[in-house]
């Protein structure tokens, strides 16, 4: 059994690049592992979520997730995995 150490990096493992209709959700999650310095996946974790760019005016944007904390907090689970469904707003952006 391995020992954990603190969670150390946040890598983005996918759902990055992905292009959708204003106000509809994307195919698919946006998904980061966090890991030890060692490699091991580290569980409950809180992962900060939020859009990298919205333009002014911009609504509707909102993020889901089956370990939501707060509306931009997500925990890792077993695995190391933090996921989050984005539905887009109302003006296009990027990811």
Request: aromatic fraction near 6%.
């Amino acid at each position: 059994m391995a020992i954990h150490g603190t969670a150390r990096y946040f890598a983005y493992k996918m759902g990055t690049g992905q292009s959708k209709s204003i106000l509809s959700a994307v195919d698919t999650a946006l998904t980061e592992k966090v890991t030890d310095i060692a490699g091991n996946a580290i569980q409950i974790t809180a992962c900060i979520i939020s859009s990298c760019s919205m333009p002014d005016g911009a609504y509707g944007i909102s993020f889901s997730a089956s370990h939501i904390v707060t509306d931009t907090t997500i925990l890792s689970d077993a695995a190391g995995s933090a996921s989050a469904w984005l539905k887009l707003g109302s003006k296009s952006g990027s990811l």
